[in-house]
């Protein structure tokens, strides 16, 4: 098994891209064989981390699906909570709720409306990829609604094409790797 030496280094030689997935026209970039690379993750996990002691997040706030993985890693990382930030539908009421547009419809993705404070909780948003930044800015809202303080971003993996480092343009961002 070959040796990496940066989180750059893994992405690139273990990421799997799958044309037209799930549709048609669209190249679906995998970053499962990443998390399955014992070294992969843990070069993953200590980049975000150094992000997260950066920014002084004291709490990390993954998204789902894939961002729980890394948000708890990196938590575990640097000794903070992780916060899931949960698709609708996925927690029990009270919730507080955030609707976005996607190109082809809308989402929501919810906190718990109760027994989690994070008034003036300095948060990171984690996630596996930026791609429009509808989900980022999403997650952003909601949580400062809450009333966190949202100190930045950190993915794995950016895809410029897409546009969504400009719609977070006042928002710090961190990829590790930029397509």
Same mark, same amino acid.
């Given at each position: 098994?070959?040796?990496?030496?940066?989180?750059?280094?893994?992405?690139?030689?273990?990421?799997?891209?799958?044309?037209?997935?799930?549709?048609?026209?669209?190249?679906?970039?995998?970053?499962?064989?990443?998390?399955?690379?014992?070294?992969?993750?843990?070069?993953?996990?200590?980049?975000?981390?150094?992000?997260?002691?950066?920014?002084?997040?004291?709490?990390?706030?993954?998204?789902?699906?894939?961002?729980?993985?890394?948000?708890?890693?990196?938590?575990?990382?640097?000794?903070?909570?992780?916060?899931?930030?949960?698709?609708?539908?996925?927690?029990?009421?009270?919730?507080?709720?955030?609707?976005?547009?996607? *190109?082809?419809?809308?989402?929501?993705?919810?906190?718990?409306? *109760?027994?989690?404070?994070?008034?003036?909780?300095?948060?990171?948003?984690?996630?596996?990829?930026?791609?429009?930044?509808?989900?980022?800015?999403?997650?952003?809202?909601?949580? *400062?609604?809450?009333?966190?303080?949202?100190?930045?971003?950190?993915?794995?993996?950016?895809? *410029?094409?897409?546009?969504?480092?400009?719609?977070?343009?006042?928002?710090?961002?961190?990829?590790?790797?930029?397509?």
């Amino acid at each position: 098994m070959p040796l990496y030496t940066s989180a750059q280094q893994a992405i690139t030689a273990l990421m799997r891209s799958v044309p037209d997935f799930p549709e048609p026209g669209v190249l679906f970039r995998d970053l499962t064989p990443v998390l399955a690379n014992a070294t992969g993750f843990q070069l993953l996990t200590d980049h975000m981390a150094d992000v997260a002691r950066t920014h002084k997040a004291e709490l990390i706030a993954g998204l789902d699906a894939r961002g729980f993985v890394f948000g708890a890693a990196v938590a575990k990382a640097v000794g903070t909570g992780c916060l899931a930030v949960r698709k609708a539908g996925k927690l029990p009421p009270p919730v507080l709720r955030e609707e976005y547009a996607l *190109e082809y419809g809308t989402a929501a993705l919810e906190l718990p409306g *109760e027994g989690i404070d994070v008034m003036g909780v300095r948060v990171l948003i984690v996630d596996d990829v930026l791609a429009t930044g509808g989900t980022v800015n999403a997650s952003r809202a909601l949580l *400062e609604r809450a009333g966190a303080h949202v100190v930045g971003t950190s993915v794995v993996l950016e895809l *410029e094409a897409l546009g969504g480092r400009s719609r977070l343009s006042d928002m710090p961002i961190d990829s590790i790797l930029s397509l």
